[in-house]
């Protein structure tokens, strides 16, 4: 069975979405039934990239906001070269791992991991809302499944858009098998080219955008007490996204305090390390359609701090500590907690352990794989 993907969200630097297609082609590559082609830099190939398009990122946020048909544009020349591609690639089905599918005459698959843009919709640039409500419609009517990351998701795709449930496949994410447990030893020279301590600090992962309710974390981490706060700073890792203005001067001000120290993007490497050292993951995301950063935290042997939002609660299950978004007095008491009380910090590294191993790359396969045989019957 020949399979072809879009993996054109790795010619950006790694984060969810291109997690997720390098993971389940890892996966799916390893089945003697698969023949993976992957489209991705305007071609197509066997091969996964190892490393981003050398500048993609800045010269795609320069086009976007120069050029008045920017989306459209770049969806023109990644069809033709796709579709230019497909006679030689002669592929059984094609998979969207977006919300954008290209044209394809033939069965398709496509994964829907959040319905952000629907729910809010003020956390999307408004060129791209406008694309992704131009194209999503059609790609869930052509597909024949339509894959998703977590029950959550694919309830929400079922009620907003009027899906038949027969549609709907849940194929739980995993993570990297970089995210495992590290002693100190193994995690000191990452930390001291940081500046950071072996389970001293509190780590928040993700794009530096409203809907990861960052400054839900900065407001909860000031309230800690000063010895605390100075002891544990609180480390964020992500790169700058849309609408990071809206909170840019309280983070700056939470910066020049010295408790809170911003690392910008990092490598997968480099962030296996970090979230293996962090004394917790403090994740409360407003809206996740899996949130993959704490399934890390979990597989690595770190406590996690979970908003009770969307589909944290049936990622982390009884593995994490669950607070509502929107109470930064409750986070910050939880991260006192475990902070301080060694027991229940020890009780939920070893729940948080047994929590991640239930998810696998080559179950998401297994579970993908199936949906497309019933696409193909």
């Known amino acids: 069975m020949r399979i072809a993907i879009n993996a054109d969200i790795l010619q950006s630097p790694r984060t969810g979405i291109g997690n997720y297609v390098a993971g389940l082609f890892g996966a799916l590559q390893a089945r003697a039934d698969m023949d ?12 996964l990239p190892t490393v981003p398009t050398p500048g993609y990122t800045r010269w795609a946020r320069l086009a976007k906001a120069v050029v ?6 770049r969806r023109g020349l990644a069809q033709h070269f796709f579709s ?16 954008w599918p290209l044209e394809f005459d033939g069965p398709m698959v496509m994964t829907v991991h959040d319905l952000t843009h629907v729910r809010y919709p003020e956390t999307q640039p408004p060129k791209r809302l406008k694309e992704i409500e131009r194209r999503l419609y059609t790609g869930l009517t052509r597909a024949r499944r339509i894959l ?24 739980p994410l995993a993570c990297a098998g970089v995210f495992v447990p590290r002693t100190a030893a193994e995690t000191a020279v990452a930390l001291r080219r ?29 309230r800690l007490p000063l010895a605390l706060r100075q002891a544990f700073p609180l480390v964020l890792v992500g790169m700058a996204g849309w609408g990071e203005h809206s909170f840019s001067a309280e983070l700056a001000v939470a ?55 969307a589909s944290l609660p049936e990622v982390v299950g009884a593995a994490g500590c669950l607070v509502s978004a929107f109470d930064s007095d409750a986070l910050t008491q939880a991260m006192q907690v475990l902070i301080e009380d060694k027991q229940t910090w020890l009780t939920q590294q070893a729940q948080g352990l047994a929590r991640a191993s239930q998810f696998s790359w080559d179950r998401c396969a297994q579970i993908t794989a199936g949906a497309y045989m019933q696409c193909l019957n």
């Open 148 to 171: 998703v990351d977590s029950q959550f998701i694919g309830q929400e795709v079922i009620a907003y858009f009027g899906v038949a449930p027969e549609k709907v496949v849940v194929a």
């Open 68 to 73: 008045p048909a920017a989306y459209q544009m």
């Open 36 to 47: 993976i082609a992957l489209y991705c830099r305007w071609r197509w190939s066997g091969e």
């Open 255 to 309: 910066v020049r305090t010295g408790h809170v120290r911003l690392l910008g993007y990092l490598g997968q490497v480099e962030l296996a390390q970090l979230t293996a050292s962090a004394r917790a993951l403090v994740f409360p995301s407003i809206y996740e359609g899996f949130g993959l950063p704490a399934l890390e935290a979990m597989a690595s042997a770190t406590p996690v701090i979970v908003s009770d939002q």
């Open 194 to 222: 940081l500046g950071l301590q072996y389970r001293s600090f509190m780590l928040c992962v993700g794009t530096l955008e409203p809907r990861k309710n960052m400054v839900l974390a900065l407001r909860a981490h000031a």
């Open 84 to 99: 230019s591609g497909l006679k030689r690639i002669r592929p059984s089905l094609y998979h969207e791992p977006s919300l």
